[in-house]
């Protein structure tokens, strides 16, 4: 910078954000930024029979009743998110279950575990299983 008057300044801060606006949204791994990576494990969809679905849901279940009592300090209303997990759990107990109860159930949980990441994930995942085997 010899004889020069111009100062050495850093470039402007670029902002890698992500901007996502109305409805709802579910997100996989993602990165952002310089140099970001994100990873995941296999991923894969599978046409599943009645058993296999059932077998899915049931496992998320447990995976999100584990989780509730997990992060239960965490969310703004354990009691209401226990409640709501009952009622899916007993509508899907249902010789048919009603595909309105189901998503209202399903609607209201997520909005519980909210506040929760890893609650989110998994009642996300169970959404997707309930949809997929019973056509909600």
């Known amino acids: 910078m010899s004889g020069s008057n111009e100062v050495d300044r850093p470039d402007p801060p670029v902002n890698n954000g992500l901007v996502i606006n109305g409805g709802t949204h579910y997100v996989g ?76 159930a399903l609607t209201r949980l997520t909005e519980f575990v909210q506040p929760v990441t890893p609650l989110v994930v998994a009642v996300g995942e169970l959404t997707q299983s309930v ?3 019973l056509g909600v």
């Open 29 to 104: 791994n993602q990165a952002i930024g310089n140099q970001a990576q994100a990873f995941s494990g296999t991923v894969a969809f599978q046409p599943q029979d009645a058993e296999q679905a059932a077998v899915r849901t049931a496992e998320l279940l447990a995976l999100v009743t584990q989780l509730l009592t997990e992060h239960r300090a965490a969310l703004a209303d354990p009691e209401a998110t226990t409640r709501e997990l009952r009622r899916l759990r007993e509508e899907l107990a249902e010789a048919e279950p009603q595909p309105t109860v189901l998503r209202r």
């Open 131 to 133: 949809r997929g085997a």
